[in-house]
């Protein structure tokens, strides 16, 4: 608070010496005569020149040390702080003159209870509580209500007045930014981008670090710890590895000091010494080459093409030029069209040529040679009938397999025949022309079957089912041996899916397995669509919605996200829905203590691509550390949600899986 100026009236003026008794002139003066004092009237060494024994009478003033006239006190002294000031009036506030041990101040006529920063009128200093608004002061009230806008310590109630008020979340009275409550009035967490004394290593941004190969790069700060990488930086052109790659350059049109291709005065491409900055020399720096047979002037002499062989061009491709290569054959026309004695070399046939063959299916035909002079296909005169269990097919290219042959059996009828399947997808099927070879252990088995085959090369988690909306009632089984195979354990399924169709979802070791796809009973047989998946990313299955606690550290770091997760540990699960499902995976709760990153596989946990969805930080009233939440239609078969980590960043989560049938 601003102290005002204390103001004090002196006898600087000079004493009163008027209207407090007699006055004199100057002439009324003692003399000095023999040492001694005479007055005016006293006798002399001449005799008396007065009344004789008469004494002077003292001039009266203020400050002469008696009471006279007017005076209410005369102390006789200069000093004005006493009871009695130089005024000969008795000391009181408001005269202007500090009164030791009785004032604080006096400002005289300037004494205000109402003007800021004045001494008061009962010559008391100002201050907060006094009702006015004096310097250093927000405001002044006069009461000690702290809840009408004014605070007893003459503060607003504002962020930095020591008290909590409103929204704020804190209000330690001061602006210090590093400590548990910000000149915000905000509660210190991280990620507010003020580093947190004591508790925070770091919030936000980034710091140099030295690289592994010796250049600087860059450590980030993630969860307000510094990042245990350090980020290599981008290349320079400077003679050294700056990305720690083992590379030196790379990354620049060429390394400089060595020999790199640039471009000649007369535009082709020569050889140069790569400059300082990593760029080919300029033209007038760079050696020509010698003449290539290209129809340009390499060597920069002029001309173009010199010292090679002449070539025809009778399709005149290029008319009027002599080619100085053997241009090939440019048309499939039955003439040599660049003069070199051969007709239509370089093409497979010419036209009007008929070759002997062999159709697919072993029987003799014959080839002819059709437009772009490729052979055409191999067909017989007519058609020959394949025995039963073979594959059928075309042989005099009617577009009609086997035609007047009978009903054929599928080539897959029995597991000895079994298809087999190398690669994951939809495989298209029917047994309405099977026969009977097999029962499941699940089903009586009276029905059709056909046979597939599949080789693990580890352990895998396998998907098959026939929910292709057909109507007839289909049973799938895999066994494992040599045919017909015995019953893998838990590897038979009815109906599934809430239909008739069927469905199994199995971990399976490495080694060869045989599918059966039957019918329940003699009366369901017909086509379908099945669906083979096969996965190496063994983890645990999600078949409910609900919380699922984990903690995502000892992993490894397999999976990188598109929204992040790179170098972090991961988690994952994985789902086999019937149908596209919509699913939301969310670790927005107190129980996730670390940055997480969440996002969905399909088919495998390696297959990002499409990438279904991705999330690093999401709205959470929950947890403050970067939670995250996704939700996707996710397709029929195997689909995987990986629990992952910003920037490295591990530890608990707990998932929340919704939206499952």
């Known amino acids: 608070m601003f102290l005002p100026a204390i103001v004090v009236l002196g006898s600087a003026c000079g004493l009163q010496t008027s209207g407090l008794g007699r006055e004199f002139d100057d002439a009324a003066e003692p003399e000095t005569a023999d040492g001694e004092t005479v007055w005016p009237g006293d006798a002399t060494d001449e005799g008396p020149v007065g009344d004789g024994d008469d004494r002077p009478e003292v001039t009266a003033f203020c400050g002469n040390g008696r009471v006279e006239g007017e005076e209410q006190c005369d102390d006789g002294d200069p000093d004005d702080t006493d009871d009695c000031p130089t005024t000969c009036r008795f000391a009181y506030c408001g005269d202007g003159f500090l009164r030791a041990a009785f004032e604080a101040c006096d400002m005289g006529a300037a004494n205000s209870d109402t003007t800021p920063d004045a001494c008061r009128a009962d010559c008391t200093l100002p201050r907060c509580g006094d009702g006015v608004t004096d310097s250093g002061e927000a405001c002044d009230d006069g009461n000690a209500d702290e809840s009408d806008g004014c605070l007893s310590s003459c503060r607003t109630e504002d962020c930095g007045n020591g008290r909590l008020d409103g929204s704020e979340e804190c209000d330690d009275g001061n602006a210090d930014d590093t400590d548990a409550c910000l000149g915000t009035c905000v ?286 009632n289909s049973v799938l089984e895999v066994r494992s041996g040599a045919c017909p195979g015995t019953p893998v354990s838990g590897a038979c399924n009815d109906d599934a899916c809430g239909g008739s169709r069927s469905q199994l979802v199995l971990t399976l070791d490495a080694g060869t397995y045989y599918i059966l796809v039957d019918g329940r009973d003699d009366t369901q047989s017909g086509p379908f669509d099945m669906l083979f998946q096969a996965s190496s990313c063994i983890s645990p299955r999600i078949t409910t919605n609900g919380d699922r606690d984990g903690n995502n550290s000892g992993w490894g770091s397999d999976l990188n996200g598109s929204c992040g997760g790179g170098s972090s540990e991961e988690d994952y699960y994985y789902f086999a829905l019937c149908g596209p499902t919509s699913v939301r995976a969310t670790t927005c709760s107190s129980a996730t203590r670390y940055n997480t990153v969440l996002y969905y596989r399909t088919g495998s946990c390696w297959d990002g691509n499409p990438e279904p969805a991705c999330n690093n930080n999401a709205a959470c009233s929950s947890t403050s550390v970067g939670a995250s939440t996704i939700t996707a239609t996710l397709p029929q078969g195997l689909s995987f949600v990986v629990v992952d980590g910003y920037a490295g960043a591990e530890g608990d989560y707990r998932l929340n899986i919704s939206g499952l049938p």
């Open 187 to 472: 509660a210190a967490r991280c990620g507010d981008g003020h580093v947190w004394a004591g508790v925070e290593v770091c919030d936000g941004g980034a710091r140099d670090c030295p690289t592994t190969c010796g250049s600087t790069g860059r450590q980030d700060c993630s969860a307000c710890v510094w990042s245990a990488a350090c980020a290599p930086p981008a290349e320079s052109c400077n003679g050294r590895d700056d990305d720690c790659d083992t590379a030196t350059d790379n990354g620049f049109a060429c390394r400089a000091g060595e020999t790199t291709s640039c471009a000649t005065p007369c535009g082709s491409t020569g050889t140069g010494v790569c400059t300082a900055t990593c760029t080919p020399p300029d033209p007038a720096a760079c050696t020509v080459p010698a003449e290539s047979c290209n129809g340009g002037d390499d060597d920069c002499d002029g001309e173009t093409d010199e010292g090679f062989t002449r070539y025809c061009d009778m399709p005149h491709d290029h008319p009027e030029a002599d080619l100085c290569a053997n241009p090939g054959e440019t048309l499939c026309n039955g003439a040599d069209d660049n003069c070199d004695g051969r007709i239509d070399e370089g093409f497979d046939c010419s036209p009007g040529l008929t070759r002997t063959c062999t159709t697919p299916c072993g029987v003799a035909g014959t080839q002819g040679c059709i437009e772009g002079c490729l052979w055409g296909p191999c067909c017989a005169t007519t058609e020959v009938c394949q025995p039963t269990g073979s594959t059928a097919c075309d042989d005099n290219c009617d577009g009609r397999l086997d035609e007047g042959c009978g009903v054929l059996v599928p080539p897959n009828d029995t597991c000895a025949r079994a298809t087999p399947i190398t690669a994951a997808g939809r495989i298209r099927g029917d047994t309405t022309t099977a026969t009977n070879t097999a029962t499941p252990s699940c089903a009586s088995g009276a029905g059709r079957d056909v046979w597939y085959t599949f080789t693990l090369a580890g352990q895998r988690i396998v998907y098959i089912d026939t929910v292709d909306g057909g109507s007839w």
